[in-house]
């Protein structure tokens, strides 16, 4: 592969990755050294005919992180999953989410499960499409429309209940 494709990949690309892997893991560092890796692996791997770079990016930064979790033999818990991440953690996400009603949502999203957090998240913050949130997470794009229902269903739930106005 190119240097020119695989540098236009990265400006593209590499902030919502970040993003991404932060939402996951919610440590800079790591986020950062898994982007990192995301990228390497596509200078390494990525097929020069790919249809859907960007979806096979955040498929592997995903398969990144789980592996991650794996070999480090991290103590990941659900409800450990669902609490908002500390202040400090929070200053990265307000400066690449600037409308507050999009920081608003994303604080209500901590209360969701973790599998409809993440498939709203990659819906609506990295704006990918239903069936490439299926390839991503390797569902069915039923299961994922299902998922999506109920997380959003859920989430006016919770802000209304939280007395947040959802017109």
């Known amino acids: 592969m190119d240097k020119e494709p695989l540098r236009q990949l990265y400006h593209k690309y590499q902030k919502e990755i970040y993003l991404y892997l932060f939402s996951l893991c919610h440590s800079r560092e790591l986020a950062e050294d898994l982007r990192q890796e995301t990228f390497l692996k596509a200078i390494l791997a990525l ?18 992180y789980l592996n ?5 033999k991290r103590n990941v818990t659900i409800d450990g999953m669902g609490e908002v991440p500390d202040e400090d953690e929070n200053t990265i996400l307000e400066k690449l989410i600037k409308n507050e009603q999009k920081q608003m949502l994303y604080r209500a999203l ?19 499409t ?17 998922k999506a ?3 959003k269903r859920q989430l006016k739930s919770y802000m209304e209940g939280h007395g947040y106005d959802i017109s």
């Not at 239903?130 to 299902?146: D, F, G």
């Open 47 to 64: 097929p020069n005919d790919h249809s859907n770079m960007r979806a096979w990016l955040y498929m592997v930064a995903r398969n990144l």
């Open 68 to 72: 991650s979790m794996r070999h480090e």
């Open 110 to 128: 901590w209360h969701l499960p973790p599998a409809k957090r993440e498939v709203l998240c990659l819906q609506y913050f990295s704006g990918l």
């Open 130 to 146: 239903q069936k490439e949130i299926a390839a991503i997470l390797q569902e069915t794009p039923e299961n994922i429309r299902v």
């Open 149 to 151: 229902y109920r997380g």
